[in-house]
């Protein structure tokens, strides 16, 4: 009997933009002892660390009852085209499948954070001026475990709910100042431009 690709227990897991959690990984935790150490090394493989930038887009309520569904589904993605521009040219990845009006990019430690936040704040300010919808967002430095193309862990819950219920339009929450020399204002922020790969 050949093992199944998909586990339907695995529906009740949070996953908004990730495939499925890989079966062989539920088997080894399953057929083990399960405790956090041996969950670590389960997850060993899977483990990212550096910086994770969520974003929401804000007011679809409204939107809803303003526009058609197919109106409010071409805004939506216009945002997250701008962000994954800015992503994807410093040196992020895009993570999971950019569906609905949510969006992730992880960034590896070889990309500062100056220039994750420079670049968030140029993709929000061409959002804010060039858009009819907002796009809050959060910067979280973590560690993360990649599974089925999604993020996972307590970091990236944070992350994503900080993005979520949080960042209003317009808004960029970071938990970042660790990482930068000195902290930073908004007009500081402002002044800074994207670093881009060469």
């Not at 569904?69 to 895009?94: T, Y």
């Not at 670049?119 to 967002?137: K, Q």
Request: glycine share 8%; net charge negative.
């Amino acid at each position: 009997m050949a093992t199944p690709r998909i586990i339907p227990a695995l529906a009740d897991l949070t996953q908004d933009i990730a495939g499925p959690v890989p079966v062989e990984l539920l088997y080894a935790w399953a057929a083990g002892d399960q405790h956090a150490a041996r969950a670590e090394t389960l997850l060993e493989p899977f483990r990212v660390d550096g910086i994770v930038v969520s974003s929401d887009t804000t007011g679809l309520s409204r939107l809803t009852k303003e526009r058609d569904l197919l109106e409010v589904l071409a805004l939506i993605s216009e945002p997250k085209q701008i962000l994954h521009a800015f992503a994807v040219e410093i040196g992020g990845r895009p993570i999971g499948t950019w569906v609905a009006d949510n969006t992730q990019a992880c960034y590896p430690r070889t990309v500062e954070a100056p220039a994750i936040l420079a670049a968030m704040f140029e993709a929000g300010r061409r959002v804010t001026c060039e858009l009819t919808i907002g796009v809050g967002m959060c910067v979280h430095e973590g560690t993360f475990y990649d599974l089925g193309g999604g993020l996972y862990g307590l970091d990236a819950h944070i992350v994503e709910k900080l993005a979520e219920h949080h960042a209003g339009p317009g808004e960029i929450l970071a938990t970042v100042a660790q990482l930068l020399d000195a902290p930073m204002s908004v007009r500081e922020l402002s002044t800074l431009r994207p670093t881009y790969r060469k």
